[in-house]
């Protein structure tokens, strides 16, 4: 029995958001601002991780994994202020923090999320 796959803000080339089974598949989420620092753009990419987990129907408390590109692994400890101040105590999700070249040189960061629906 095949399960339908949802996809939601879909563009020619990849969709931000995929739902299968319950899991929800978030494409790599970039700041859109490239004129702050490694704080704010961390604080930007969270807040569109909420808003399209919501849209998918789950939260940052059912986060499942997370992949986090920097572009200067030496941004880790300012990008965890805000990570630390955003996840949702008792609910950290397991994390790969690495360091990687972005498609725009403004991007200090990429966040990649898989989640359960609620």
Known sequence: M???ITRVGMAARYS???VFNGIVFLAGMVPERGDVD???QTEDVLQQVEQRLRECGSDKSRILRTEIFLTDIRDIAAMNEVWDAWVVPGAAPP???VQAALANPAYRIEIVVTAAQA
Do not use: F, L, N, V
Request: overall charge neutral; glycine content about 8%; charged content about 35%.
């Open 38 to 40: 490694i704080r704010g």
């Open 16 to 18: 931000e958001a995929a």
């Open 2 to 4: 095949s399960q339908d």
């Open 95 to 97: 994390r790969a923090t």
